[in-house]
């Protein structure tokens, strides 16, 4: 079946402008998750949704992040006024559930120049 | 709070000889713990993962990991290289389902 989506697979934007990251999980799975991938930081979690409950948005690094999971299924990740330590690899991840094995996206290579 | 610390940021191996990558983990409690494996611009593909159900842990690709609680380790290990191991390896801890990853160790293999 089909994997977990990403679109774009690579984004180059200027500083200071606004960025959407999309990805699209395995069908039927609850739980949906946001990591980043970066030289300085290796892989760190950003965000968390599970099926109808409030997202764990304990690993975004300032309030420029957000993220959001419409009808439970496609998640969008926005990153407003980009600065160039933005510059990573974010991936998507889906689950069955929490606790089960998470399936990981190609990933977005977003460079901030 | 619960985290991993991968000793060999690079290990180097001869293709046929054994593989070894250290991983211990710090919790308060019996944790999940997972190896995680990223090939040069590929996703992230699960090794194996330890859940408490045996101590020995058997993977894809003859790789299999050994949890040892006194020693707060989950090395992962495999008989043979192969060229096609070579890869980045991730030790991983879930946090009520949150993936703590750590820093990664390069395996390269040698003919």
């Known amino acids: 079946g089909a994997g977990v989506s990403q679109s774009p697979s690579n984004k180059v934007t200027e500083k200071g402008k606004d960025v959407e990251l999309r990805c699209d999980p395995i069908?039927?799975?609850?739980?949906l998750y946001w990591y980043r991938q970066s030289l300085g930081q290796g892989l760190e979690f950003l965000i968390y949704?599970?099926?109808?409950?409030?997202?764990?948005k304990s690993g975004l690094p300032s309030d420029r992040f957000s993220a959001e999971r419409t009808g439970g299924s496609v998640s969008t990740l926005t990153i407003q006024r980009t600065q160039q330590e933005d510059s990573a690899v974010y991936l998507c991840?889906?689950?069955?559930?929490?606790?089960?094995?998470?399936?990981f996206g190609p990933g977005t290579r977003l460079t901030v120049t | 709070a619960q985290s991993v610390t991968q000793l060999d940021s690079h290990v180097s191996v001869s293709e046929g000889t054994p593989v070894l990558l250290r991983c211990n983990y710090s919790s308060s409690y019996s944790p999940s713990l997972f190896w995680y494996v990223q090939h040069p611009n590929k996703g992230l593909q699960l090794l194996l993962k330890?859940?408490?159900?045996?101590?020995l842990v058997k993977g894809i690709n003859g790789f299999e990991a050994e949890f040892k609680k006194s020693e707060t380790s989950f090395h992962l290990t495999k008989p043979s290289a192969h060229m096609s191991d070579a890869a980045e390896y991730f030790c991983?801890?879930?946090?009520?389902?949150?993936?703590?990853f750590g820093q990664g160790t390069t395996l390269q293999v040698k003919p």
């Open positions: 991840a889906s689950s069955p559930d929490r606790d089960y094995e998470q399936y």
């Open positions: 330890y859940t408490s159900a045996a101590t």
């Open positions: 069908s039927g799975h609850t739980a």
């Open positions: 991983v801890v879930s946090v009520l389902g949150k993936l703590i």
């Open positions: 949704f599970q099926g109808n409950s409030a997202p764990d």
